[in-house]
């Protein structure tokens, strides 16, 4: 299996912790060496984390055709399976394949750009670039750079944004299945709120999703997602035909944005005075449900949050981007609230967020829950002090690692296919080099285990929190 090449600034530069990827295997082998994957949320494990995962220190992956036929110990597992042709992987931890839970495909060469927040941001540098995506050759080399970029990352699974364009959406869903990959995308509805060229009538796009439905859809690991990109750049008329995709597919996910920017929002209830709030504008189009996902989520209410959680909706928490152009502070205890518990995804949003890798966004991540478990701990305000809810906000490598694999596949509604080493999903996993970054990164890993790497679940959550970090 190829070691994809990284490409600008996903991963690539000494401090950077660049995993081998491994893909999905083809044919009947083994892969033998130190897995950790997850069972369970550990959010639900409070204090007691390491209920929710699985560390085999010597461990063995049996995989036939792409799909785990079985998985454990590798004393245990091996004298089932006499003849194995075994790749032995040492000084790596092997983790599932990370998942994207929201990117865009057609910024991949325009992520970075100074300063602009979110709309002035999307006329001056998105928009002018995602045109240029109606060019078949274009709109093929950049599929190919994207898929080429998240492999690099560690990422296996994406749900990703492509354009208005059909052009857009054939090359995108081509370039992942020569790759063997599991997405979801779809044709992006937007027809207001930017640039004649970047924009289709609601007819086009029903028709064009309808298309594309058709065409990709459950063919190989391609799946369909209904994309209005964002309310504010939807009419009526295109929310309306987006309801009637649901309606006619209803096994389709739909992603979209939702509450990412201040202005964003007051635009948008200016829109839909019927609507006391954002999540409400996606509800009158009875959009809402298992396999919805909004990205950023940031400034939804306590009442959103419940309401998404009721529905079997998810969020995206992608807090590269929402560190980059300003958006906000996501509220990583509220979504993880065990009385009302959102499902959620984290994302690059690149190129909103500046960075192609999931490890960044874990690194993102962490500073931002630690910003809400400041705001939480009665330090700044003892009215609104909840430390159970400051407690929440810390992202343990548990809690990291769950959330780009297990956590994230169950968020996209996927997780009967990927997340984790359960037998029957694929074998989509990443080899992650604890030693990776900076020179003195051996040394540091050196406070927690010997030089033969982590022997305990305890020592292999050291190694993850500083590949993180
Ligand atoms: N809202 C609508 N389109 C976009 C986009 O491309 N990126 C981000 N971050 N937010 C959006
Ligand atoms: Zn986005």
Redesign the pocket.
Known sequence: MPDWPAEGNGASGADIHQPSVKGTIIATSGIRGTFFDFIDDPWKHVGREEESARFLQDGLLVVEDGLIVAFGPFDEVSPLHPDLDVTEIRGRIITPGFIDGHV?VP?TRALGAFGEQ?LP??IDT?FPEEARYSDREYARAGSDRFLENMLAGGTTTVQA?TTTSTVAVEEFFEAAARRDMLVISGVTG?DQFAPEGSTSTPEEFYDDSKAMIAKYHGKGRNRYAITP??A??ASDELLKACQRLKKEHPDLWVNT?IS??PL?ISNLLLAHPDCTDYLGVYEKYELVGPKFSG??AVWLSDNEFGRLSDSGGAVVF?PC?NLF?G?GIFRLAKATDPDKRVKMSFGT?M???NRFSMIHVLDEAYKVGMLGNTLLDGTTNRITQDLAAAERSKLSPYRAFWSVTLGGAEGLYIDDQVGNFEVGKSADFVALDWNAGPSAMPWHQSLFFGEAGPTTMAEAAHALFAVMM
């Open positions: 865009h910024q979110l941001w999307l998105v944004f937007i990109r964002f504010l750049g944005h990412e920017n964003e990205g950023h992608c981007s152009l958006s949003d190129g909103g967020g």
